[in-house]
């Protein structure tokens, strides 16, 4: 199958939960790449003002993840207005209720999957209605580094990431044959504003995680949007069904902290 020829066209990219942190900075890279990028984003003034910071080719649409109904009208939108989609990053979420199993509850469990997961399924699933018919298209979902390893307190959180890193592989084989491309990134803790509130509750320790990466720091949200860039680009053209960790080291890491320092630092003298 060959890859698709972009360049004299006008393509077209989704960010869903666009109007902030990673699916902001994605929304301004992308819209380097792509001639069109929908902000979609529950807060339908926050989606508009951001396509506004970018310019009138681009477009903020009001859409909430969770529902089945606003999905579709999304793509039907999108669609009506631009008359294709090439891209989409699934990218709203919500924080979590940061607490340990026995004082979690089932509303605030649900209500995380319902954003993270179903979410993903509901835009993938429309959006792929469109790629088919194409026969191309790409999608990027955000899993995490909690949905790669287990993180006390986050299970909801966890859950979700770790069924998109799995969705993201059946369907990454469902559609290859019809020119689909689905593939996911696994952010390690990157500088939001959701993790600053989190650090200023006492849900996050700044420092700890900073000393367990093997990097020494976060993320800053552009480095998570560059990587996603790419897995939407033919640039990526024979990547597909990969979930790709951009965490700083942190999965590939498996010694005490103390092990960490430079070159110079854990030189020993002859």
């Known amino acids: 199958m060959t890859t698709p020829d972009t360049s004299s066209r006008s393509t077209v990219a989704i960010v869903t939960g666009a109007g902030d942190g990673i699916g902001w900075a ?8 792509f001639a069109h990028v929908v902000i979609a984003d529950v807060r339908a003034e926050a989606a ?3 396509a506004a910071e970018l310019g009138t080719a681009h477009a903020g649409m009001a859409c909430d993840v969770t529902s089945e109904a606003s999905v579709v009208s999304l793509m039907q ?76 307190g986050r299970n909801a959180y966890g859950a979700a990431k770790a069924g998109i890193a799995s969705m993201t592989e059946a369907m990454a084989c469902e559609w290859a044959r019809d020119g689909i491309r689905v593939n996911a990134v696994a952010p390690g803790y990157v500088l939001t504003e959701l993790v600053k ?21 976060t993320a800053q949200p552009a480095e ?6 790419f897995l939407a680009s033919p640039r990526a053209s024979f990547i597909t069904g990969v979930t790709l960790p ?16 430079t070159v110079k630092e854990k030189r020993v003298a002859p």
């Open 26 to 33: 994605t929304a301004q890279r992308l819209a380097r790449d």
């Open 48 to 50: 508009g003002a951001r």
């Open 77 to 152: 939108q999108v669609r009506e207005r631009f008359g294709r989609i090439d891209a989409l990053v699934n990218n709203a979420g919500i924080g979590e209720q940061s607490v340990m199993t026995l004082e979690q509850t089932v509303d605030a469990f649900d209500r995380i999957l319902a954003v993270h997961l179903r979410g993903a399924f509901l835009c993938s699933r429309e959006a792929a209605r469109v790629f088919v018919a194409q026969q191309s298209g790409a999608i990027v979902n955000i899993s995490s580094i909690a949905g790669l390893q287990g993180h006390p």
């Open 224 to 229: 998570i949007a560059e990587a996603i860039a």
């Open 197 to 217: 509130s989190l650090v200023a509750r006492g849900a996050l320790n700044l420092g700890d995680i900073e000393e367990r990466t093997p990097i020494g720091r």
């Open 246 to 261: 951009v965490d700083g080291g942190w999965q590939a890491f498996g010694a005490p902290p103390a092990k960490l320092g």
